[in-house]
Structure formats: structure tokens, C-alpha cells
């Protein structure tokens, strides 16, 4: 699955992610900057079980992101396009594969 972005599973709401969502996300793996990041990092990934934001998914795997957002919203290291890419696919295709089991 290298490269496959799961962005159509779906979001935690049980339906998919919304255009602009979406969108936010894509812009970002497309071009992972600080503008980019600081519009996409709040997006939630998944909600049921507990809320899971994109930040939160690239804290369990990047160990040079912020453990919390900076008060000024300037990032000292924006997430590579495939750390972010293994975050979403973490979070989604973990909580696609637990439905299914359930």
C-alpha cells in the first residue's frame, strides 16, 4: 500500500471526508510547507473512540514534530509527505480494519 493514500475509507464520522477536507489534506501531501500544515494539522481523522487529528496521528510517528502547537504557529519541522501519508493510513485503515472485525 506504499503511496496509497486512504483518504476514501472515510472519516471516524462513518462517511467520507468532506471536499474541503480533503482537499486541505491533499494540498498538504502535495506540498507539505508551513502554510499548508497549519491549516491541515487540526483535521480529524477519526472520532469515534476518542478524536484523532492529523497532528496527533504525525506525534505517534515523527519524533521531531512539536508534542503541542506552538503559541506563535510558527513550526520548527513540517511532516515529510510520506510521514504524512503513514499517519492518515495509521489512523484510518486501523479504525477500517477494526469495524470490519467488530
Same mark, same amino acid.
Given at each position: 500500500? /506504499?503511496? !496509497? *493514500? ?9 462517511? %467520507?471526508?468532506?471536499?474541503? #477536507? %480533503?482537499?486541505? @489534506? @491533499? =494540498? @498538504? *501531501?502535495?506540498?507539505?510547507?508551513? $502554510?499548508?500544515?497549519? *491549516? ?7 472520532? =469515534?473512540?476518542?478524536? !484523532? !487529528? ?6 505517534? +510517528? =515523527?519524533?521531531? +514534530?512539536?508534542? /503541542? &502547537? ?7 519541522? #513540517?511532516?515529510?509527505? $510520506? !510521514? #504524512? +501519508? &503513514?499517519? +492518515?493510513?495509521? #489512523? *484510518?485503515? /486501523? =479504525? $477500517?480494519? &477494526?469495524?470490519?472485525?467488530?
Amino acid at each position: 500500500m /506504499k503511496g !496509497t *493514500i486512504a483518504l476514501e475509507f472515510g472519516n471516524g464520522f462513518r462517511r %467520507k471526508f468532506t471536499p474541503r #477536507i %480533503k482537499k486541505r @489534506l @491533499l =494540498d @498538504l *501531501i502535495n506540498n507539505p510547507n508551513h $502554510e499548508n500544515w497549519n *491549516i491541515a494539522y487540526n483535521c480529524v481523522l477519526r472520532n =469515534d473512540n476518542g478524536l !484523532t !487529528t492529523l497532528f496527533m496521528a504525525v506525534k505517534e +510517528i =515523527d519524533p521531531k +514534530i512539536a508534542r /503541542k &502547537q506552538p503559541e506563535d504557529g510558527l513550526w520548527s519541522h #513540517i511532516p515529510s509527505r $510520506e !510521514t #504524512i +501519508i &503513514q499517519a +492518515i493510513n495509521n #489512523i *484510518i485503515l /486501523k =479504525d $477500517e480494519r &477494526q469495524h470490519k472485525m467488530n
